[in-house]
């Protein structure tokens, strides 16, 4: 079965550069959510998509914006990037939003900022 | 604030014993529980728990919640060494939440030969 798609898989960036992953949801998922998972944590909520509008807000910074496209794939773009953000980032995707959803993962991406 | 917490952080055993990992949460507006294993790569999904007293089961795997209580369980009978991994619970709801999830810490499991 398909799953959801992420890329790149992994990801070096220098202190204030700008990095943009990608996220592919399952076929007729609707609803693309963002996580950010640090060394040694639980995955932290950034931001949800339900059709292309913007259904959740999490502890995403403003140095980061999203959005969500007419095909459903998702951007996450990462400007003025710190060492901080190194972590490595997850999509999941549901078909519909909320939480009587199951709500089902991508690989994530690995960014390391150097 | 809403609050996922596991126990026991981790936990070692050996080939046939049965393990049970334990979730407690405090989230208003509870919607839902699930139960994610991960294995250094993406969570998995194993459960997606919304009522109380319902047993899901999946092979060796079974979970269970009790939203009284505010906790759910899940266990793995006759562990095997491919059931090492970190197990995170997860709680959908909190305010006007459209469907983050909370995730607690993780239990790792160690299951030695």
């Known amino acids: 079965a398909a799953g959801v798609i992420q890329s790149p898989r992994h990801l070096i960036k220098e202190k204030r550069e700008t990095a943009t992953l990608k996220c592919y949801p399952i076929p007729r998922h609707d609803t693309v959510y963002w996580y950010q998972q640090g060394p040694g944590q639980d995955p932290q909520f950034l931001i949800s998509f339900y059709e292309k509008m913007q259904s959740d807000k999490g502890s995403i910074p403003d140095r980061f914006s999203a959005q969500q496209f007419s095909d459903y794939h998702s951007e996450l773009n990462m400007s003025s990037l710190e060492l901080g953000d190194s972590a490595l980032y997850f999509c999941a995707s549901s078909l519909g939003q909320g939480n009587s959803y199951e709500q089902y993962f991508g690989p994530g991406t690995r960014l390391t900022v150097t | ?113």
């Open chain 2, 1 to 113: 604030e809403d609050k996922v917490v596991q126990s026991p952080l981790s936990l070692v055993v050996h080939e046939g014993d049965t393990v049970t990992l334990n979730c407690s949460y405090e989230v208003t507006n509870f919607r839902s529980l699930l139960w994610y294993k991960q294995e250094k790569k993406a969570p998995t999904f194993l459960f997606m728990l919304t009522s109380s007293g319902i047993e899901k089961k999946s092979g060796r795997l079974s979970s269970i919640l009790d939203k009284k209580e505010l906790f759910s369980i899940l266990n793995i009978t006759a562990t095997q060494t491919g059931d090492s991994a970190v197990y995170l619970c997860a709680v959908g709801g909190g305010g006007t939440s459209y469907g983050k999830l909370t995730f607690g810490q993780g239990t790792i499991l160690t299951v030695h030969p």
